[in-house]
């Protein structure tokens, strides 16, 4: 975890490569209460909303098959990864 200002927040154990990022978060923050931040995750973390408390967590909007994205979807989704991208980088 990291904040905008490229500050490293959180680093965790270390885990063998073919454990999904997800799986990690869950051992990690199970249950904790994100109240307090903004919480921006990829759609590899669909679940988080029942893991842990807070209102603030931003996922992107997903496509379905017969039922693609709308321009503001995608607006939002691209707002949303300019954010993201800090972190993942």
Do not use: W
Not at 3 to 25: E, N, P, Q, W
Not at 29 to 49: E, H, M, P, R, W
Not at 57 to 82: D, G, S, V, Y
């Amino acid at each position: 975890m990291c904040d905008a200002l490229k500050r490293v927040l959180l680093v965790s154990a270390c885990y063998s490569g073919h454990v999904h990022d997800f799986t990690i978060c869950k051992d990690i923050f199970a249950n904790l209460d994100f109240s307090a931040f903004q919480t921006y995750v990829d759609l590899g973390f669909l679940g988080i909303k029942k893991r842990v408390t807070g209102e603030a967590i931003f996922l992107p909007h997903k496509a379905a098959k017969k039922k693609p994205l709308t321009t503001a979807q995608k607006n939002e989704n691209t707002a949303q990864a300019r954010i993201r991208i800090v972190v993942e980088n």
